[in-house]
């Protein structure tokens, strides 16, 4: 695997094989701005447009090796951002549904996914805290913005067995039926509501 993937993830406890090999496939450098095109692979969160950001490849491995996922499952990413998470979740998972509210960031997001060549994750426009209820239960949901507490609804919209991992306030947390975990320090850009929801129905093309 290249370099990176050792000195920044490896070494520092991601050993979910499956995580390292989509970090190591999913081309970062698709969902960076082009004027942070060389800093793709810094260890480091890189800013986006209206305020946002991509967040740290060590972060988003964290994330991901938390949900455990095992190729089947439904995934709900709420804060599409670049659509690099959501790029990732596409090589780990079955189905993958995104929401992102603000629209010039949505398309965005399609257009680099569409270059990485995964077509089929659904983004779709809405605030992300109220899920997507239409297309819900989700097997998994990765948040990748800070809330002040666990929104409710995403609960709700988990399966039976479900994990959810987000920020709450400057902690990333493990939801599941055992309860809440935390798993490490992470400053995430805050999650906005207030928005209309996503359309989400099966129909919806986002």
Excluded: C
Excluded at 72 to 80: A, F, K, P
Excluded at 151 to 165: D, I, K, N, T, Y
């Amino acid at each position: 695997m290249s370099g990176w993937i050792d000195v920044q993830l490896r070494r520092r406890g991601i050993t979910d094989e499956r995580v390292l090999e989509a970090m190591a496939n999913v081309p970062r450098e698709l969902f960076v701005p082009p004027e942070e095109q060389e800093l793709a692979y810094a260890d480091a969160a890189l800013q986006l447009p209206f305020g946002q950001t991509i967040s740290q490849p060590f972060v988003v491995a964290a994330m991901l090796q938390a949900l455990a996922l095992d190729g089947s499952e439904r995934i709900l990413d709420v804060g599409t951002g670049s659509g690099y998470q959501a790029a990732l979740l596409r090589t780990l998972a079955a189905e993958v549904v995104s929401v992102e509210r603000i629209p010039e960031l949505a398309a965005q997001a399609r257009v680099n996914l569409a270059a990485a060549g995964l077509t089929d994750v659904q983004v779709l426009v809405g605030d992300g805290s109220l899920g997507v209820p239409g297309r819900a239960p989700f097997d998994a949901i990765a948040v990748a913005a800070a809330a002040p507490s666990v929104p409710r609804a995403l609960v709700e919209q988990l399966a039976p067995g479900g994990r959810m991992v987000l920020p709450v306030r400057d902690q990333l947390v493990l939801v599941s039926g055992s309860g809440t975990r935390p798993l490490l320090p992470a400053r995430f850009v805050p999650l906005v509501t207030g928005f209309p929801p996503p359309a989400g129905g099966k129909d919806a093309k986002g």
